[in-house]
């Protein structure tokens, strides 16, 4: 057991380490090359373009194609591998090449396809200082060792192709901080969507649970002399619901640790319609007679529609046998044709012994309604009482659901 965390996080921290190889996919011999793929295909690609562009160029001006000017552009190329390791030197190599083949081999301006990318990688990568320097040395070496004197042309060119680049690059790094940004805005939202249903959660299994137990503990007190079976009774009823209580609440506190540690047993499964017999009966037995009423063919619904129906069902009635009084309760449940009707009142004071500030329970409700796109209806009855009505829609596929 002592080994356990240690194991994870060695896991964990091999992570990162294995995404590389697996997105580049097995290499023989395990051993990971220094580039990836993407940076090899970059390679290949500009110095079959500068290949192209000198040789269409040379046959154009010498009606040939000079070797030695082949052979400097695809090694000019190679250090396009290491780009993302070392974008500065990189670049540094690259017109170190480029020189080369000025000097050697004079062609008109030009503008490399190779110096394009090791200039575009710097730019991405810098910080201003760095890119201005890169930039000016990038527009300045093309233009060296011409067979003739650079025009206004050659230089309005060169300096347009390193703004073009540098442009790019710029608006390539605002998309990326715009795409990182939205990203952690949607992680935010679903934290904090979460953390809502974590706290609906919380408050109906507290407050039904709790109210459960402490209407048990007082009939169990009163009745503890007089008629020690019926407290006996209370007992068990607070016992159980207790233990159902920690049971639901470890649960939902196991979504937060999912990860974490690993699941030694499995869950139970969430409530649902098929248990509405059972707080019916416990909210019974904690005073409050209830009676149920199911109408429609019966049929199966989804686990969060279940659980909806039921969360509903328990908060209604928590709250009824908290402020109705001597009372009677009604839970009608209606399968329609095209949804869902579940709606739970009682003849008692109703809203007018709820005490200021409560209602935590209704937005609760509320939320767990929209999320389905249905409706909820809550509020007191003219003969006295409170009502609670919800419709869920459903769609067919889903009434078919076993």
């Not at 409530?271 to 509405?276: E, N, S, T």
């Not at 619904?301 to 928590?318: D, H, K, N, W, Y």
Request: glycine share 10%; aromatic share 4%; hydrophobic share 45%.
């Amino acid at each position: 057991m002592p080994k356990r965390p240690a194991a994870r996080e060695g896991a964990r921290a091999e992570g990162p380490r294995a995404e590389g190889p697996r997105a580049e996919g097995p290499r023989p011999g395990g051993d990971a090359l220094p580039w990836t793929r993407n940076d090899a295909l970059v390679t290949v690609g500009a110095a079959v373009v500068d290949l192209l562009s000198f040789s269409f160029g040379s046959q154009v001006e010498r009606g040939y194609v000079p070797p030695a000017g082949c052979v400097l552009l695809l090694v000019a190329a190679l250090p396009l591998l290491a780009r993302r390791r070392a974008p500065l030197a990189t670049l540094a190599a690259v017109l170190v090449f480029d020189l080369a083949l000025n000097l050697s081999v004079p062609v008109g301006q030009h503008f490399t396809a190779t110096t394009v990318v090791a200039l575009y990688t710097v730019a991405r990568s810098r910080g201003a200082a760095v890119v201005a320097g890169a930039a000016f040395v990038c527009a300045v070496m093309p233009l060296v060792g011409q067979p003739s004197r650079p025009g206004t042309t050659d230089v309005v060119g060169s300096v347009a192709n390193v703004l073009l680049v540098l442009v790019t690059a710029a608006a390539m790094n605002r998309w990326h901080r715009e795409n990182e940004a939205n990203r952690r805005l949607l992680a935010d939202r679903a934290v904090a969507a979460e953390r809502r249903r974590i706290a609906r959660e919380l408050h109906d299994i507290v407050a039904h649970h709790i109210t459960t137990m402490q209407l048990m503990a007082g009939g169990a007190r009163a009745n503890l002399a007089a008629d020690p079976e019926v407290a006996r009774e209370a007992l068990v009823t607070l016992e159980g619901s207790g233990r159902m209580a920690l049971r639901e609440m470890r649960q939902l506190l196991d979504v937060l640790r999912a990860g974490d540690e690993p699941e030694e047993a499995p869950t139970a499964p969430q409530p649902g319609v098929g248990d509405l017999a059972g707080i019916v009966g416990e909210t019974c037995r904690a005073g409050l007679p209830v009676e149920l009423d199911v109408r429609g063919e019966e049929r199966p619904l989804p686990p969060s529609v279940g659980l909806t129906v039921f969360r509903i069902v328990q908060e209604a009635l928590t709250n009824a046998r908290k402020y109705a009084g001597q009372a009677r309760a009604r839970v009608r449940l209606t399968y329609g044709p095209h949804g869902l009707a579940v709606e739970v009142s009682d003849d008692g004071a109703g809203a007018a012994a709820a005490p200021a500030g409560s209602g935590y329970g209704l937005v609760g409700m509320r939320e767990r309604v929209a999320l389905h796109g249905g409706t909820l209806e809550a509020g007191p009855l003219e003969g006295g009482g409170f009502r609670v009505a919800a419709r869920l829609p459903l769609k067919a596929e889903e009434g078919a659901l076993r």
